[in-house]
């Protein structure tokens, strides 16, 4: 099983757009291994913990918080659950992220309002935060040129090798 996707920077060392294959999912279940040999065909585990998340980190101190709690670089809402569903079935795993939002930076609101409850982003939600709080939009077009850095590794990190 392969976890794809944008993760948030817990670790301020890991900058937008960098892309990575974790060692270790951690969840409040445990500590999960990935696999090697599956993580080969997309260059190989990087030395990084990934912290399978069942909320938003979203202010810079929510992820120093939970980067000195876990010792995860990164955080997602996937992953945790992909590795402990493999896990269980004896079924090996990996995930593949890139880092969108660094670790110093929080999530304007619009950023938040704009997923529902399926993970899909809805434009009106966005506009409607935007118009509440003018100022956060700086900060929502930081985030967008960060997320498309991010997509464009997570496209290269998983071209053909």
């Avoid at 090697?36 to 918080?65: C, E, M, N, Q, Y």
């Avoid at 990164?74 to 896990?87: H, K, N, P, R, Y």
């Avoid at 939009?137 to 464009?152: E, F, G, I, K, N």
């Amino acid at each position: 099983m392969i976890s794809f996707g944008l993760a948030g920077g817990l670790d301020p060392a890991l900058r937008p757009g960098q892309a990575i294959v974790p060692e270790i999912i951690l969840t409040e279940a445990g500590a999960f291994s990935a696999d090697p040999g599956l993580a080969a065909r997309f260059g190989g585990l990087t030395p990084h913990r990934l912290w399978g998340g069942a909320t938003v980190a979203a202010s810079a101190a929510d992820k120093a918080a939970l980067f000195r709690r876990t010792g995860a670089q990164a955080i997602d809402l996937e992953s945790g659950m992909v590795a402990q569903a493999a896990t269980a079935r004896g079924v090996p795993f990996i995930a593949v992220r890139a880092v969108c939002d660094p670790a110093e930076r929080d999530l304007p609101p619009a950023a938040l309002a704009a997923l529902d409850a399926a993970g899909g982003i809805g434009p009106l939600r966005i506009a409607l935060s935007v118009l509440r709080q003018p100022g956060q939009v700086p900060a929502l077009l930081a985030l967008a040129r960060d997320a498309a850095a991010a997509r464009r590794a997570l496209v290269q990190a998983c071209a053909p090798r």
